[in-house]
């Protein structure tokens, strides 16, 4: 889906994804349910490690073969057909557990485990070619947010299951959630259109190995001892958690409507955590420290499961590390793939999501079974050490990778491999080495090296850093402090000022700070006018600014704000044209275009001019002061805006007349000022206007002339907003 296409077409595609995403992540956590339910009701606990090392071996070899048909066929065929086959397979295990209960607890376990992993995989494969990168940015956000909905979603539905249906119909459940997302994901295909056909002349990218993606990015080698590490430990916690459930819930449905509930939890408490923690944990903490808050609570709540050795403890740190494994850690983990090309990227990606990942668990699983074959007895205790262990080494991995990732985010911008847009860092530990490094690519000195350019003695210049972290600290004190200072600002800062214009403690300040750099952001301002994407209050606030720069390119920036979609925003557009071209007459906006615009306005009411309000308070509406002080405030803001585009082609004392006559209780005044108006209108203008004159129009016609000299004559005292008529801001 290219950004060309209609909104609402975007929009509808969104919708889909996001239900096939959410009957995605409603089979994944009722699959969980299930799968545990299953076995642990069929085997003894001590044989699940062998289950998670033949789920490990499983995800494995899928991987291989998934990754050549996805090369072969592509994801739009593939995927969908995937979770079609994975329906298949949830039938046959339900026709099957009554009949050989012990090979489909099995066959489900390797089902859930290995399957599901490469069917995730290849969703997000599906909507990364739907979508083209800016769409990417703005809707995947949304998309995952309706994965974890529905991922709630399934939890209660298995409970309701265990609850009212036998057990084994739990995997009629997961069959249903794989067919209707196959269905989905095959409509969201259609809605998209055809794949993405290659250039022509463009030969595919050759697929890397993963030595030389290592070799290329050497801090992805820690991630994935880190990956490894978190799930090698996460294992003995696992294995302690379904121990004390099996002891505490028995088997069959109360056990499967204990993890249902369990898991429908955990993805209540990582969306608490997703919507209000992970932004400012990325903010104030950077990327280290937020992908080391998952190990460092691993060891936290395997010393207090030292003190304490109890099934509750266990099922409290199983679901610390799925909440914080799914938000805290996932956000900052894909933020450290920023500095890797596309190509290595989905190599890493492979090796450390699957490899690193499966790896992991197989390992854990193994020294399980070597402890139970040698000393069942001390089994918690040992387990928690080592749960300990592992998780302090990843913690201290973690610490280092903020160095070893920055020095290769440095490295990739200075060669203008990557291009970052600081709207879109939301972490401290990315946007300190994007400033840092557009420092140093500004003003490089002539006989470094660029490895003696990316050492870290260069961070000492800290300034615009500091600057900007205020003005995104959240704290109006800050941020007005901030915006208030003195001397100048750095570029850095600008897009940032551009976006507190939406907030409105404080964006009458932010408006003084951008004035203060004059036409040097008017390219900025321009792009912020002409998104409408970008917050209203943004757009509108944002034509104040640009008419300070009195240049031709401020000047047609604001007529191409005429065509927003909101009146204020045209409105503003309006009065900022009226007042530049009152300080510089040679700028002059095309007749033809005034006149079509002037029409447009007329035709979107069906009394044209019908009274309209501004969002913005008086204080701030009077920094684009109105067209006549007596009028002022009580002003009819469409002819206002008629009126100061009639400014910049016509005389502006006889339209500041007519202006004041028409907002006067005198019907004739009011009579001759609209006479005055449908005279100089021209072509579709002055027919539009006819709807709104057809009261007065048998009144007889004169001179424009005659017009002006007895208004001119009824209020000859009338002073003009400043002198020489001039409009202000």
């Known amino acids: 889906m290219r950004g060309g296409e209609h909104p609402l077409k975007i929009e509808r595609l969104v919708s889909v994804s996001m239900l096939a995403a959410g009957l995605m992540m409603a089979h994944q956590v009722a699959g969980k349910a299930a799968r545990d339910s299953i076995y642990l009701s069929t085997f003894p606990v001590s044989e699940l490690p062998k289950a998670v090392m033949a789920a490990a071996a499983v995800a494995l070899l899928l991987t291989v073969a998934w990754a050549r048909a996805m090369s072969a066929y592509g994801p739009r065929r593939v995927v969908p057909g995937g979770f079609l086959l994975s329906a298949a ?26 399957f599901g992993a490469v069917l995730l995989s290849g969703f997000w494969s599906i909507a990364n070619e739907m ?18 909905a529905g991922g709630i979603l399934g939890g209660l539905a298995a409970e309701r299951t265990a609850v009212l249906m036998p057990g084994g119909d739990i995997l009629l459940v997961l069959a249903g959630f794989h067919l209707f997302c196959a269905a989905t994901l095959l409509i969201s295909a259609r809605m998209a259109g055809g794949a993405p056909r290659r250039s022509p002349g463009r030969q595919a990218e050759e697929p890397l190995s993963p030595a030389e993606v290592l070799k290329r990015a050497p801090f992805l080698r820690d991630l994935a001892l880190m990956v490894l590490l978190g799930t090698f430990s996460a294992t003995f916690v696992d294995y302690l958690f379904k121990s004390g459930a099996t002891a505490a819930f028995g088997k069959g449905a109360p056990l499967l409507r204990f993890f249902a509930v369990f898991y429908t939890s955990i993805q209540v408490v990582t969306l608490f955590i997703q919507t209000f923690l992970t932004r400012p944990s990325l903010e104030r903490m950077g990327l280290s420290r937020t992908v080391g808050s998952l190990p460092a609570a691993n060891s936290l709540m395997a010393g207090v499961g030292l003190l304490f050795p109890a099934f509750p403890v266990f099922a409290a740190a199983r679901g610390v590390e799925h909440a914080l494994r799914g938000s805290l850690f996932r956000s900052g983990y894909e933020l450290l793939y920023t500095p890797v090309a596309p190509a290595e990227k989905r190599a890493a990606k492979t090796l450390i999501d699957v490899a690193a990942d499966r790896a992991g668990d197989a390992l854990g699983a193994g020294v399980i079974q070597a402890l139970l074959l040698i000393s069942a007895g001390f089994l918690t205790t040992e387990l928690l050490g ?64 660029t490895a003696a350019r990316t050492k870290p003695e260069m961070a000492g210049d800290d300034g615009p850093l500091a600057n900007l972290i205020a003005l995104r600290s959240g704290r109006v004190e800050i941020v007005r402090a901030s915006l208030k200072r003195e001397g100048g600002f750095d570029d850095v800062e600008y897009p940032q000022m551009v976006r507190l214009l939406a907030w409105d403690p404080v964006a009458e300040d932010a408006r003084r700070a951008l004035e203060k750099a004059g036409s040097r952001i008017v390219g900025l301002l321009s792009d912020s006018l002409l998104d409408e994407s970008k917050p209203f209050a943004i757009r509108r606030r944002v034509p104040r600014i640009v008419a300070r720069g009195s240049t031709q390119r401020a000047f047609s920036a604001l007529l191409e704000g005429l065509n927003d979609s909101r009146f ?37 009411s069906q ?100 017009i002006m000299k007895e208004l001119l004559q009824s209020k000859a005292g009338a002073r003009t907003t400043e002198s020489g008529g001039g409009a202000r801001l």
Request: charged share 25%; proline share 4%.
């Open 607 to 706: 009394a044209a001019m019908d009274p309209r309000q501004l969002i913005d308070t008086p204080d701030e509406e009077r920094a684009l002061a109105y067209l006549d002080s007596e009028v002022g405030g009580g002003a009819d803001k469409n002819t206002e805006l008629i009126v100061s585009l009639l400014a910049t082609i016509l005389p502006r004392e006889p339209l500041q007349v007519a202006f004041r006559a028409f907002h006067s209780g005198e019907r004739q005044l009011r009579g001759l000022a609209i006479e005055y108006f449908d005279s100089v209108l021209e072509g579709g203008a002055r027919e539009a206007f006819h709807g709104y004159a057809r009261a007065e129009r048998d009144k007889p016609r004169r001179e424009p002339q005659s």
């Open 386 to 449: 080592l749960t300990m262990a592992a998780s302090l080494l990843a913690v201290w991995i973690a610490s280092r990778l903020d160095q070893k990732y920055t020095g290769a985010l440095e490295q990739r911008l200075l060669d203008h491999a990557i291009d970052v847009d600081l709207l879109d860092v939301h972490d401290s530990t990315t946007m300190s080495a994007v400033l840092r490094t557009r420092t140093l690519v500004r003003s490089p000195k002539p006989a470094e090296s």
């Open 568 to 604: 204020e925003v045209r409105y503003q557009c309006a009065r900022a044209l009226d007042y530049m071209h009152s300080k510089n007459p040679a700028l002059v906006a095309p007749r033809e275009r005034v006149h079509a615009v002037v029409a447009e306005e007329l035709r979107h």
């Open 89 to 114: 397979m949830h039938l046959a295990e339900f026709a099957l557990i009554d009949r050989a209960s012990g090979i489909t607890a099995v066959a489900v376990y390797l089902h859930i485990v290995g």
């Open 131 to 148: 979508y083209d990168p800016a769409n990417a940015k703005k809707f995947f956000g949304r998309i995952a947010g309706g994965g974890t």
